[in-house]
């Protein structure tokens, strides 16, 4: 019987009331001295009260994911991935802040990773004239260091989607940003030995999403966009994930070669390096790349190496290279135009998920 199944759950309800009545019922009929009495009507509150609170504690790990399973409460197990707390995605809930932004924390099912995830809906999702009208995934992925709250301190988030929207440059998207480095670790978003995060991006967060948002089904409803070590991520994640995410846009990205100083080995560098993904790939995927001829955390030539390698394939790939700027958010702020635009050409825009009502 498993730690978190409903029928342990059930089980220790029923034990629960059997305690109780059974206590009721004895309490005047334990025969022997008074010592022996005493003794045993102790016992049997001491077993009223564990199996009352098993009950709470066992509700309070389904509800929350603290333990997945009797290794993981014992400290027996020898599972590949560290198991971190947190609610389980079908009871995440979603705290409300202003400008119409939502934030959660909840526990990955596959990754078995936690993390906070901030999402925007924009204006015309709660609008009844919407209300059967599914929405674009747009997913941000922040810099390292860095957080899902760096878009909203200092990238200028959600207000410049929408100024792009309101001046017909895109069309309206869901924001989502999940955090990148769940745990304090970066990994280049890349699954890794006892850390699964390609997993958490790319299964986990969209999980969540596809359960409390309407969105647009199928990859070409789903798009990344990044700066810095997210913009890496932006790069890699729809050529890894290509039935996932249709495009990404990476602001000046990490070089795209992989850093050996995240990922030291070698053969599990090149198969999460963008460079290296996209030689010869078949995958239906579009991806933009901008960075500045000053930037030197993330070099032109990065790009350059990248267009070569995706020569032959069937990737689409766009570029934009800054005359001066640095690696910094007023760089790029000013690629939001340029990169958001191209998104909404490669992503479906709102669709009804039914025909209206006649």
């Known amino acids: 019987m498993t730690l978190t199944g409903t029928s342990f759950w059930v089980v220790l309800i029923a034990a629960t009331a059997v305690m ?9 009929k334990i025969p022997g001295p008074r010592l022996v009495r005493a003794a045993t009507r102790l016992i049997m509150i001491l077993l009223c009260q564990l199996t009352a609170i098993s009950v709470v504690a066992v509700w309070m790990n389904n509800s929350y994911g603290l ?7 014992l400290g027996t197990g020898n599972s590949n991935t560290i198991a971190m707390p947190g609610p389980p995605v079908a009871r995440a809930q979603f705290n409300r802040s202003g400008n119409r932004l939502l934030d959660t924390y909840f526990h990955g099912t596959h990754s078995k990773l936690s993390g906070q995830v901030i999402v925007w809906t924009p204006p015309q999702y709660d609008d009844p004239k919407y209300r059967d009208t599914r929405f674009p995934v747009l997913m941000l992925l922040h810099g390292v260091p860095g957080s899902p709250q760096s878009w909203l301190e200092h990238g200028g988030m959600p207000d410049a989607v929408q100024k792009l929207v309101d001046a017909h440059q895109a069309h309206p998207f869901i924001l989502a940003m999940p955090v990148i480095n769940p745990g304090g670790v970066d990994t280049n978003c890349s699954d890794v030995p006892n850390r699964k995060v390609a997993t958490w991006l790319a299964s986990d967060v969209p ?3 596809q359960r409390k948002f309407r969105t647009v089904p199928g990859p070409k409803g789903w798009g990344v966009l990044g700066f810095s070590t997210g913009g890496y991520c932006a790069a890699k994640l729809p050529l890894q994930y290509p039935h996932v995410f249709g495009a ?3 602001l000046d990205p990490d070089p795209l070669s992989g850093d050996p100083s995240v990922l030291p080995d070698q ?5 999460n390096s963008p460079t290296h993904l996209v030689a010869g790939s078949q995958a239906d995927v579009g991806i933009f790349l901008a960075t500045s001829a000053q930037d030197r955390d993330s070099p032109p030539s990065s790009i350059e190496q990248f267009v070569r390698a995706a020569q032959g394939s069937k990737v689409r790939v766009k570029t934009m290279l800054l005359a001066s700027g640095g690696h910094n958010y007023g760089t790029w702020i000013s ?3 340029a990169a958001i635009g ?3 050409q ?3 825009p709102p669709q009804q998920s039914a025909p209206p009502k006649k």
């Open 267 to 271: 053969g599990l560098r090149e198969r």
């Open 248 to 250: 990404g846009a990476a």
């Open 342 to 344: 191209w998104l909404s």
């Open 346 to 348: 490669q992503l479906t």
């Open 20 to 28: 109780v009545i059974g206590t009721m019922l004895l309490w005047a």
């Open 335 to 337: 690629e939001y135009p």
């Open 207 to 209: 999980d969540l999403l």
């Open 67 to 73: 333990y997945s399973s009797w290794d993981d409460l």
